[in-house]
């Protein structure tokens, strides 16, 4: 129990990625699974079992020698309860509440602790990775959709559970519908499944892109983040217009929220996020510069440093973390 090894595990809505920290956060031990198409709830609880149990192996530990394991979900996440409830883009789990935290922790034999997802990735990047010199960070993940995530003087701020949602403030009054049903709002532009229906349509039209030729090639299903980076590469011109269209709803959001919070620091996470912060960084501070109030002291517009591993990391401090959200203050800083 002294040894200080943790567990985190991060359902996304394509892959399970398992991590086994040691007590200064390194991870000793990875793995990655894939969040299973079929058999819901207990399916993915099952797949995410596995992923640790071989991060474990990976590790070379065995999983009783764990401290506890802390794991992230999408979806409406019960910290205190470890209860799930609509995590919508997952198998059947749309409008259904399931006890993730105890169907682990009776799979895995240890305490688990379930926090949001994106929570966990902001508070990852606050205490160990690209904003740990600030006391106040937003997180914006972007992915197939946008999520964020706040800390507000070294708190966790959720509101009343649902703080956060930058990906449905609105950039468009009247404007595009957003899968969330209402319009105008950023993810609508910038969430890369938004701009898949987008790419679609335009090439319905009869507009020119690789895109899809693209994806076929590689045998995908969808318009990954790499099909994308791709066809940018190739001067896709639909690709460029909706990159530019997506960073323009994103700076435009990250700047009204600056407006709102004056936090010091913004950290720019996610699949997207990540893999096209060097190409559209300056473009991206541009736009949020266009709509600061206070635009003599822009705040520090920074990419994750946690990668990929970034949320199964920050769920892993979970572990280290009270009960509630009052305990999810940070420890003083060493
Ligand atoms: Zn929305």
Known sequence: MTNGLRGGIDLGGAKVQAVVVDQEHRPLGTARGATPREGGPPAIAEAMTQALGEAARDAGVELSALQGVGACSPGDVDEATGVVTNAANLNGWAGVSFPLAE??????????????????????????????PYD????????????????????????????GEIGHTVVERHGRRCPCGNHGCMEAYAGRGAMERAAREAHEHGRKTR???????????RLTSGLWERALDHGDKVAEELMDDAVDALGTAIGSAVNLLDVPAVVLGGGMGIRFAPRVRDDLQRHMLEHLFNKDDPPALLVAELGD?????????????????????PAPAT
């Open 103 to 132: 169907e682990l922790g009776r799979r895995l034999g240890t305490t688990v602790r379930v926090g949001n997802d994106v929570n966990m990735a902001t508070l990852g990047e606050f205490r160990l990775g690209a904003a740990k």
């Open 136 to 163: 106040s960070v937003l997180g914006v993940f972007w992915g197939t959709g946008v999520g964020g995530g706040l800390i507000l003087d070294g708190k966790p701020w959720t509101g009343r559970g649902g703080a």
């Open 211 to 221: 895109l899809f030729k693209l994806m076929e090639e590689r045998g995908r299903d």
């Open 309 to 329: 591993l970034g949320g199964a990391i920050g769920a892993a401090l979970l572990v280290l973390e009270g009960q509630g959200s009052d305990a999810a203050a």
